[in-house]
Structure formats: C-alpha cells, structure tokens
C-alpha cells in the first residue's frame, strides 16, 4: 500500500506545484499587457472626448466624402490636442516640483502656471475647432445624433480601440475571402 501511495502524493505535489507556477506567470504577463496598454495611450479628457464622438460617427449613415472629411478631422485635430495635453501634464508636475522646494522661485513658478493656462486654453480651442469641424463635415443632422458628447475614462478608451482594430481585421479579410477559390464544398452549398 505504501508502495503505491507515496508516488501518487509526489504526483499530486508536483502537478499542484506546476499549476500554480503556470497561474503566477500567466497573472504577470496579464498584469503587464493591461500596463501595457494603459501606458501607449496618453491622452486627456479632450482628446478622449474628440475621439469618442469621432467613433460614433462609424454608427451613421455617412456619405463617402463625409467619411474622408472625418478622418482628415481625426488626423489633424487627435495628435496636436494629445501633444499639447502632455505638454500641460509635464508643466503640472514641474510647477508640483517647484512647490516642493523649500526655496522657489516665486516669479519662476508665476511663469509656469500662466504656461499651463496658456497650454489648457490651447487645448480647449483645439477641441472646439475639431467639434466645429465634425459638425460641419456630418452636417447638422448627423451631428445630433453624436450628442451629448461625453467625457470617458481610460477603460472606455481602450474598448473603442480595440472594436475600431477589429473592424478594420473585419474588413481586411473581406477582400481576401473575395479573392479565394472557390472549393468543392462551397460550390455545393
């Protein structure tokens, strides 16, 4: 009996050992993927808001030249609006660093606030101007039909990304299910 129990606990010892090794490192390499992720997008709430209304126009029945138009809006608007965000951000935490100190500079951090104003008015005016130039792309109709325009978080940020990424696989692998030959089986069908 000893004979026979002893491997079968070693057994269960070592598969139950692996598991839990398999688990950890499967836990870390999720960990770091959402990290990941998080890390690439470094937009603010005006960039996010931009992209979420220009994502819902994907919902409305737009025409050709209305779709060129908002991508042109998504390319011209999107990167100089996140530039500038992270501009104002890295501003923010040199003006947090200056009140550290024991000895700042008060015309020094004077200086820096009203560059982070100046930077957050510019940001606001981007968006405004991209908004105006969605609404005059869609046209007033469509237009009311994308609002409210609504602040999201970074989680709803990574989903549209990800329907958006799957869209355009949907529509990559159109074309080439039209370009295969047709089969025996789908002649029969």
Do not use: C, H, W
């Amino acid at each position: 009996m000893r004979f026979v129990l002893f491997p079968l606990i070693v057994l269960m010892v070592m598969a139950g050992i692996a598991l839990a090794e398999n688990q950890e490192k499967t836990e870390k390499s999720r960990e770091g993927f959402k990290k990941e992720r998080v890390a690439r997008i470094k937009s603010g709430k005006y960039s996010r808001m931009l992209m979420s209304t220009l994502q819902k126009t994907g919902q409305l029945d737009l025409t050709d030249q209305q779709k060129t138009n908002v991508r042109q809006i998504k390319g011209a608007y999107i990167r100089p609006i996140i530039s500038e965000e992270n501009e104002s951000r890295a501003l923010q935490r040199k003006f947090m660093t200056q009140l550290q100190k024991s000895d700042f500079n008060t015309s020094e951090m004077k200086t820096t606030a009203k560059e982070i104003d100046s930077a957050n008015a510019k940001i606001a005016d981007m968006f405004i101007d991209g908004i105006a130039a969605l609404r005059e792309a869609v046209g007033p109709e469509n237009y009311a039909k994308l609002t409210p325009v609504t602040r999201i978080d970074r989680n709803t940020l990574i989903k549209l990304k990800e329907q958006q990424t799957a869209r355009t696989q949907e529509q990559a692998a159109e074309p080439d299910a039209k370009k295969k030959p047709k089969t025996k089986s789908d002649k029969s069908e």
